[in-house]
């Protein structure tokens, strides 16, 4: 059974207030998706990579991306839908019945190290559901109305959820399998241990990921990750 990487670049990045996805930004001379990628293109535990881009971009994913590049384990590029667990779900469909697990990576995380996807793949052994994660290192307070704290969450317990997320390939499948068939869609799923959780009431494991694993969400987060690459 291989085990499948399904990189995200299909995201719209708004808060980017640029025309440009965040994903294809320059950063240091190669677009931001480009540094994923290559980890897993090195990382000889991933045996074939399923990249999903937002509709119409296949051509240019192969052209500008993976064949520029060279980046031979990608096998399939795909498009993605509207929300991300859309996304998704087409690059697990991707992933075909060969696939016993699977690594699901956000194309806007640039600094992915193979560390951080051993420790996943060890631990998914005995776990069949883990994500990578960081313990909080700020006071978390809940709001309340018109912005008043309503409550101090407790500090040692909260983590900061990164990815890749990896899964037993059928569980993960199932779980957005059952979420494909609701008549209505919940808004409040984020990530995809939280299709597991909400369709199977399966327990994700939390494993220690890194705190350099920023995801580009604001026009701030390019310089800082290009400061994390020249080891600043």
């Not at 207030?17 to 990382?43: H, N, T, W």
């Not at 317990?157 to 899964?167: C, D, E, K």
Request: net charge neutral; charged share 25%.
């Amino acid at each position: 059974m291989k085990t499948v990487a399904v990189v995200l670049a299909a995201g719209r990045g708004s808060r980017m207030k640029s025309d440009a996805r965040k994903q294809y930004m320059m950063l240091r001379g190669r677009p931001v998706i480009c540094y994923p990628l290559a980890v897993f293109e090195q990382c000889s535990l991933v045996d074939e990579v399923i990249l999903v881009c937002g509709p119409g971009e296949e051509a240019m994913c192969r052209e500008q991306i993976t064949e520029k590049y060279h980046y031979n384990k990608v096998k399939k590029i795909v498009p993605g839908g509207k929300e991300r667990y859309h996304s998704v779900y087409e690059g697990l469909k991707a992933a075909g019945p060969e696939c016993g697990t699977v690594l699901i990576h956000d194309g806007a995380r640039p600094l992915l190290d193979e560390a951080v996807i051993r420790r996943l793949l060890s631990a998914v052994k005995d776990c069949h559901a883990c994500v990578a994660g960081m313990p909080v290192k700020d006071t978390i307070k809940l709001s309340g109305e018109d912005n008043y704290a309503a409550k101090t969450l407790p500090r040692e317990r909260l983590w900061m959820i990164q990815t890749p997320q990896v899964f037993d390939y059928p569980l993960i499948l199932s779980a957005h399998q059952k979420l494909m068939e609701l008549e209505s869609l919940p808004a409040q799923i984020t990530d995809d241990a939280m299709v597991l959780e909400y369709m199977t009431g399966q327990k994700v494991k939390l494993v220690e990921g890194s705190y350099r694993n920023i995801k580009i969400t604001t026009p701030e987060d390019l310089p800082v990750a290009e400061a994390l690459l020249n080891g600043e």
